[in-house]
């Protein structure tokens, strides 16, 4: 079964710090995905990641960084964290053949 | 711009009734994936397709073959343990692959 972990489940930041959230997959898939969850919006794209190394811009990358130093870890980090950037967060991985995303459980995040 | 639009936004049935989600998509889509999210957020794939349709107990999906313009979700006999919210993730023919990008959700109670 898919494994992807996220950490933390919950943040609480205050506005101007720096914020890294944590994402580690256990299936050896190439892709993996930030997301951030709204009421009203769905799930919206912020980064994404081909493989090591790689790091794209998905459809909202403003005020985040993405870093995907390995296989199995992708990381979202806020560097100047605003309380706009409260929301939750997931992070998903998908096989680069039959691209099924599995996703974590989600963080939690608010910025005071 | 949007290009997922999902109705409807809320559904409420009664146990054992049938019912039909719908997503339509701005531009034409490579593949398409269906989620449900549960009432502690978690995302649970229900179904990845190319083309075609796919079926797995009470739940069947179809995405068009010829537009790749809509997919639908139908379920059958709907139960309880069917309310969550249910999202479908697109993934346009005209972007980068593997970049999925969702709907705002049909938030689906189904009532005894």
């Known amino acids: 079964e898919a494994a992807v972990t996220q950490s933390p489940r919950n943040k609480v930041a205050v506005t101007g710090g720096k914020v890294t959230l944590s994402c580690n997959q256990t299936?050896?898939?190439?892709?993996m995905y930030w997301y951030r969850q709204d009421t009203g919006h769905g799930l919206r794209l912020i980064h994404y990641?081909?493989?090591?190394?790689?790091?794209e811009k998905g459809d909202i990358p403003d005020g985040y960084k993405a870093s995907r130093p390995s296989q199995e870890n992708f990381s979202l980090i806020l560097e100047l964290a605003t309380p706009s950037q409260t929301s939750v967060y997931f992070c998903?991985?998908?096989?680069?053949?039959?691209?099924?995303?599995?996703f974590g459980a989600g963080t939690r995040l608010s910025v005071l | 711009g949007d290009q997922v639009e999902q109705s409807p936004s809320a559904l409420s049935l009664h146990e054992g009734t049938d019912s039909a989600l719908r997503c339509n998509f701005t531009?034409?889509?490579?593949?398409v994936q269906w989620f449900r999210q549960n009432s502690r957020g978690s995302l649970i794939s229900l179904f990845y397709l190319a083309s075609g349709t796919k079926e797995n107990g009470r739940l069947k999906s179809a995405f068009d073959s010829k537009e790749r313009r809509y997919s639908t979700l139908h379920i059958r006999d709907a139960q309880l343990e069917d309310s969550g919210t249910y999202f479908c993730?697109?993934?346009?023919?005209?972007?980068?692959?593997?970049?999925?990008?969702f709907g705002a959700g049909t938030r689906l109670k189904v009532i005894a």
């Open positions: 531009t034409t889509m490579r593949s």
């Open positions: 990641s081909y493989g090591a190394g790689s790091t």
């Open positions: 993730a697109a993934e346009p023919i005209n972007t980068g692959n593997y970049k999925y990008v």
């Open positions: 998903a991985s998908g096989d680069a053949g039959k691209n099924t995303l599995y």
């Open positions: 299936n050896n898939h190439n892709n």
